[in-house]
């Protein structure tokens, strides 16, 4: 029996997530938007593809909540994204009442999917997700550190002109200007980043113009692209998520996840690295953070906290 993934929101990131996991066939997929006709053509469309990808999933486009029923897995990018010189708290007020809507659509038709939240602003809108739905809170987990990630690894194997499969990096906290890349666990093949360094195969001054560009990888990409948001590495990020979870891979990720103690926060969805099965968010990996990591990461988990109390208290 094939699982069922339903994605709210049918836009640039909702279409190109129908279209990744279509070609990757893991499971058939239900649109749901509620622009008229845009899931319903988004569908048909990529349907028409299926005799050239030879994929056999099904894949629908409706208008209502109530396509979310027996979803095995939700991936949420309803709502605005930014326009240029925005930033991601704007989005904060609209976006909450869309995303309580459908947290209360996933309490009634869908309780035990795996829930993945896109929308921004991203820590804030898992945690109005999670208490509108009132599913599991391992059950619900945001997408931004995969991406943010991402970002930073291909800028240095750009600089360093390495195979982008050699470099690992990490990014903790809120995804905004926030973000702790953390520069002592980004290592080329396993040999950490200071030693190419020492080596002067990089200097302090790039590396440092680097994490700034990464912590402003979304900005960069709003501005080239006029209006609307990054599209295609957020949809890539969810889809590594969702695939971990349908075949149990284990991935140990950067996510933004529910912390109940873990690294001194409670109460709080945030972005830290989490091992992802088929029990969701299976464990939460606690790294060890020096004295100037631990205040960086304060710092984006109180702005993270901010913005999350701010959200709950326009519901
Ligand atoms: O790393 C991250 N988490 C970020 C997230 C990376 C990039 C983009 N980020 C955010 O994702 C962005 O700021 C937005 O909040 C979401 C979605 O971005 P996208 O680029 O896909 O936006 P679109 O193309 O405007 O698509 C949003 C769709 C659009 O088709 C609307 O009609 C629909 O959402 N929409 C709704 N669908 C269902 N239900 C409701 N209420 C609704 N409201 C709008």
Do not use: W
């Not at 509108?132 to 995969?146: D, E, F, H, L, Q």
């Amino acid at each position: 029996m094939r699982k069922k993934i339903t994605l709210v929101g049918a836009g640039n990131i909702g279409g190109t997530l129908a279209h990744l996991i279509a070609l990757k066939q893991l499971g058939d997929i239900t649109l749901i938007d509620i622009a008229k006709g845009v899931p319903q053509g988004k569908a048909l469309d990529l349907s028409q593809s299926s005799s050239v990808e030879l994929f056999d999933i099904k894949i629908n486009g409706s208008n209502n909540y109530s396509s979310l029923k027996e979803s095995d897995v939700v991936i949420i990018t309803a709502g605005l994204p930014r326009m240029p010189g925005m930033s991601r708290d704007d989005l904060v007020e609209t976006n909450t009442k869309i995303i309580s809507t459908i947290g209360k659509a996933i309490k009634k038709y869908c309780p035990k999917a795996f829930i993945i939240c896109i929308t921004n602003p991203l820590d804030a809108m898992v945690s109005i997700l999670q208490s509108s739905s009132k599913v599991k809170k391992n059950m619900c987990v945001g997408m931004a550190g995969i991406l943010d990630s991402s970002r930073l690894k291909f800028f240095l194997s750009k600089e360093l002109n390495v195979s982008i499969k050699s470099i690992e990096a990490f990014v903790l906290g809120g995804h905004g200007d926030t973000m702790v890349p953390l520069v002592r666990y980004t290592t080329i093949s396993g040999v950490p980043i200071q030693e190419f360094i020492k080596k002067k195969l990089i200097t302090q001054k790039k590396l440092n113009s680097i994490l700034k560009r990464t912590q402003n990888g979304g900005g960069e990409i709003n501005k080239l692209l006029g209006k609307g948001s990054a599209f295609y590495a957020p949809a890539s990020s969810a889809v590594q998520m969702a695939e971990s979870f349908l075949k149990d891979k284990k991935m140990i990720l950067p996510c933004a996840a529910y912390l109940d103690g873990e690294y001194g926060i409670k109460d709080l969805y945030v972005g830290v690295p989490v091992i992802i099965g088929k029990n969701g968010v299976e464990k939460i990996i606690e790294l060890k953070l020096t004295a100037n990591e631990k205040q960086e990461f304060k710092k984006s988990t109180n702005a993270v906290r901010n913005l999350t109390n701010l959200a709950e208290k326009l519901l």
